[in-house]
Nanobody, 125 residues
Framework: QVQLVESGGGLVQAGGSLRLSCAAS????????MAWYRQAPGKQRELVAL???????KYADSVKGRFTISRDSAENTQFLQMNSLKPEDTAVYYC???????????????????WGKGALVTVSS
């Protein structure tokens, strides 16, 4: 059974920093990507940062230059370093892991997403 557990959320003043961690356990398939999403009150969940299997990273425009995603592939752990935090960064942050599951000998596969329960980040002005 796959489980993702986030840690590192909390309350910080504007301009401060936080580091989120997400430890994944029970993964038996190849990992396509690891990512962080966030959902602010009254808003849809949005992609914050993603790191692909080959190490390519992608960031939301609103966090470029301030947030950095990284991973420890051997431990299936991912991190989100958040600097220069702004009140508008306040949200519940969710970690996501997408795996590729091979379903037959011909190599057919499906991609499956797993989610953590979320970590609250609150940035005060």
């Amino acid at each position: 059974q796959v489980q993702l557990v986030e840690s590192g959320g909390g309350l910080v003043q504007a301009g401060g920093s936080l580091r989120l961690s997400c430890a994944a356990s029970g993964i038996r398939s190849s990992v396509n990507s690891m990512a962080w999403y966030r959902q602010a009150p009254g808003k849809q969940r949005e992609l914050v940062a993603l790191i692909s299997k080959d190490g390519t990273t992608k960031y939301a425009d609103s966090v470029k230059g301030r947030f950095t995603i990284s991973r420890d592939s051997a431990e299936n752990t991912q991190f989100l370093q958040m600097n220069s935090l702004k009140p508008e960064d306040t949200a519940v942050y969710y970690c996501n892991v997408q795996v590729r599951v091979v379903i037959n000998v011909e190599g057919a596969y499906r991609d499956r997403d797993y989610w953590g329960k979320g970590a609250l980040v609150t940035v005060s002005s």
